[in-house]
T-cell receptor, first 110, second 112 residues
Framework: NAGVTQTPKFQVLKTGQSMTLQCAQDMNHEYMSWYRQDPGMGLRLIHYSVGAGITDQGEVPNGYNVSRSTTEDFPLRLLSAAPSQTSVYFC?????????FGPGTRLTVT | RKEVEQDPGPFNVPEGATVAFNCTYSNSASQSFFWYRQDCRKEPKLLMSVYSSGNEDGRFTAQLNRASQYISLLIRDSKLSDSATYLCVVNMGGGGADGLTFGKGTHLIIQP
């Protein structure tokens, strides 16, 4: 099992550009989620999904879109990047209680 | 407002010592509790769940005090490899990520 994989590992964007962060899991988990982690802020939930075709907003959803067309994949789209979106992004999948995190994507928006 | 509070540290502890830190939570209806470990520039990983009766896993002991609304983590005979940030996670309801609240973490440094 690869667990949770994320691509890319690093990305630099200019303000206004769009991009998609990829996330995939091979554990057949129903729950998947996206977090951002900023210094002094801890992990904050962006969007989450309880199964294919179902998504919902977390604590900080503005500026991000998600879709869940398959159980395995949960991409995060930045619509128009802003410097405030500079952060480390973690994707996670879970069974009923343990979150399995991907290795993260370090995003810088200039 | 959902809140999980941790002392950010850093806790500087000599190798072999015992160290303990707490995490307080604001929602008395919280249902389950966890400690995650996060190494520098890595993803968080589950260290242990925290049960009402307390639980132990080798050198690590976790306890829950519902009356005072805190959980604790005790590390005995600390190793250099225990240096990391320890995240307190509280499930305040819901079956998925929406019910989880992460603390900001306690930074532990074990010194030789």
């Amino acid at each position: 099992n690869a667990g949770v994989t994320q691509t890319p590992k690093f990305q630099v964007l200019k303000t206004g550009q769009s991009m998609t962060l990829q996330c995939a899991q091979d554990m057949n988990h129903e729950y998947m989620s996206w977090y951002r982690q900023d210094p002094g802020m801890g992990l904050r939930l962006i969007h989450y999904s309880v199964g294919a075709g179902i998504t919902d907003q977390g604590e900080v959803p503005n500026g991000y879109n998600v879709s869940r067309s398959t159980t395995e994949d949960f991409p995060l789209r930045l619509l128009s990047a802003a410097p405030s979106q500079t952060s480390v992004y973690f994707c996670a999948s879970s069974n009923t209680h343990e979150q399995y995190f991907g290795p993260g994507t370090r995003l810088t928006v200039t | 407002r959902k809140e999980v509070e941790q002392d950010p540290g850093p806790f500087n502890v000599p190798e072999g010592a015992t160290v303990a830190f707490n995490c307080t939570y604001s929602n008395s209806a919280s249902q389950s509790f966890f400690w995650y470990r996060q190494d520098c520039r890595k993803e968080p990983k589950l260290l242990m769940s925290v049960y009402s009766s307390g639980n132990e896993d080798g050198r690590f002991t976790a306890q829950l005090n519902r009356a005072s609304q805190y959980i604790s983590l005790l590390i005995r005979d600390s190793k250099l490899s225990d240096s990391a940030t320890y995240l307190c996670v509280v499930n305040m309801g819901g079956g998925g990520a929406d019910g989880l609240t992460f603390g900001k973490g306690t930074h532990l440094i074990i010194q030789p």
